[in-house]
C-alpha cells in the first residue's frame, strides 16, 4: 500500500541563496507576502504528513467514478490548471526529500499543474520571472494541500507533495499521467501552456484511479529542429545529446550549473520564456509544421 524510494536522489534546493533584496519596489512589496506564504505551505505538508503516518489505514480504499468527477472539480475551483493520475512510481521517489521530510507515499497519484504568468515569464531572467516563480510555488502548494483536505473530507488518505522540492520527480509523473511531454530543456510541456506550469502532485490511497486519455502528443521532432533552449541558455546547462551519468540515469541538464545561475538570476527561467511552445503555444506550433 504505501511506496518507498528505490534510490533517487535529488538536489537540495537552497531557499536562503535565492536573494529576495534583488526585488525592488512592488516586486519587493510582493515577495514579503510570496515568500513567507511559500514556507507556510511547505510546513503545512509536512506537518500533515507526520500525523498521517502516525494513524495508517489498514486497506486500500474503493473509489466511484463520481469522487474523481469531484476531485477533478475542485482542483478547478481552486485554480488549479492540469489534473492527470497515475500509479506512483516507486523509481520516481527521491531518497531524500530535503524540503517535505517525505519518506512514504500511498499508491496512486493525482497529478497538478498551475500555470505561470505569461508576462512575468517573458521577462526572464529579470525577477519578475523569479518572483512568479516562487509565486506559483506557493499558490500551487496552498492549493494541493486544500484539495488534500478536501479528499480527506470525503474519507479516504492522502499525503500532498508540494511542488518546491517534494518527494517524487514530478515531470516523470506528469508524463505517466499524460500531462504531456519533457522537452529538451528538461521540463514538461503541455498543450495548455507549453513549459510555464509548476506541478504538484497528492498521493492517495484511493483504487481504481480514472481512465486517463493519452493525448498523441509528440514534441521530438519540433525540438530536434529547434534547440533554442540548448542556445541561450547563459551557462551552457543543456546538452544537444542526452547523457549518462554515473548512476545510470539519462539527463540532458548539467544541474549544477543551472541551479548555481538559477540562485544568481533570482530565478532564471530563459529556457521557459525562449521556448517557442512557450512564445507562441502548441497548436500554432502545430499548424506551423503543417
Ligand atoms: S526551446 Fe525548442 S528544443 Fe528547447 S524544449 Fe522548447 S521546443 Fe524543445
Ligand atoms: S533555468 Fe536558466 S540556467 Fe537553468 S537550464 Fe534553463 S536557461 Fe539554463
Known sequence: MLKKSKGLNSRLIELNKFDIREFKGLLSDKAKIVVPKLFKTVQRAKTDYKREMKNLPDNVQSAPKEFWEEVIEQAKILGIGLVGFAPVD???????????????????????????DYEAIDKAPEPPAGLESLNIYAELGEATNKLADFIRSKGYRTIACHPLGGPILLPAMAVKAGLGRIGTQGLLITKKFGPRQRLSMISINATPL????????????????????????PVNAIYYEPIIKENGIKTRIDGEKCIEYFYESTGCSICIKECPFHKIGYKAMYYSRL
Open 90 to 116: 516507486e523509481n520516481f521517489i527521491f531518497k531524500n526529500d530535503y524540503i517535505g521530510g517525505i519518506e512514504f507515499l500511498y499508491e496512486n497519484g493525482i497529478v497538478l499543474g498551475m500555470e505561470m
Open 210 to 233: 480514472p481512465e486517463v486519455s493519452q493525448d498523441n502528443f509528440e514534441i521530438d521532432e519540433y525540438c530536434k529542429k529547434c534547440k533554442r533552449c540548448v542556445q541561450m541558455c
